[in-house]
């Protein structure tokens, strides 16, 4: 769902916490009406495709610091949607390995490089 009108914007402050709110809100009212495995997805002014392109660059970045230095580099904490992004952005480079550390809000992601690319 695509959401417009002139208060539209206010979804997109704080980093998108009240879309998020509200796409929750959305999937606990009415997600049972459809097909299992599916629920809504809202946005606002493009915000989510934003979001996603910002996330992959700065994993690209966090792989080159991680890459350069060896030393692990941790994101500020962030939802699951996003750490998912970021860990998807660096599945495919075999020297790096990620994981989410933490618990429920403070859940971050750790880039580091894998034991084998140490050596």
Known sequence: MDIDGLDASLLR??????L???????NQ???????????????VDNFRAMRETELRAMARHAAERVSSSGVPFTFAPMNA??????????????KLFTESVGEGNARRLKVSLKKSAVN
């Open 13 to 18: 402050s704080e980093g998108g916490e009240l």
């Open 20 to 26: 998020d709110a509200l796409e929750h809100f959305v």
């Open 29 to 43: 009212s009415f997600a049972r009406a459809l097909p299992p495995g599916e629920r809504y997805v809202l946005d």
């Open 81 to 94: 949607n996003e750490r998912r992004v970021i860990h998807l952005a660096l599945a495919d480079d075999e």
